[in-house]
């Protein structure tokens, strides 16, 4: 198995991810070979809650523009973990 911290790679902090932190629900950028299974493991062993459901999406790239030079942003993997009734992950520790 994969080191913990190895699969989640950062917090995703957007108004809509912090919307659904009222319903339990914390979205993660995870690495893009990680399953459901490893990322639901990784982040009741990173900060010790019981994951219920976990959903997955790869994020495409998008068509951006550097002067004249046409490129691509790059693709990653987003996960929204659900947590148990009563559980919280506390992104901002300390403020």
């Known amino acids: 198995m994969k080191d913990p911290r190895e699969v989640i790679i950062r917090p995703i902090i957007t108004e809509h991810s912090y919307d ?11 690495a893009k070979d990680a399953n459901k299974i490893e ?35 790059r693709s990653w993997k987003k996960a929204m973990v659900t947590v148990a009734e009563g ?3 506390e992104l901002f520790a300390g403020n």
């Open 20 to 30: 659904m932190m009222s319903r339990n629900v914390y979205t993660f950028e995870v």
């Open 39 to 73: 990322i639901g493991k990784a982040v009741e062993e990173i900060f010790k809650v019981k994951v219920v459901k976990v959903n997955t999406l790869n994020v495409k790239p998008k068509p951006k523009r550097v002067r004249q030079q046409p490129g691509l942003t």
């Open 87 to 89: 559980d919280t992950i």
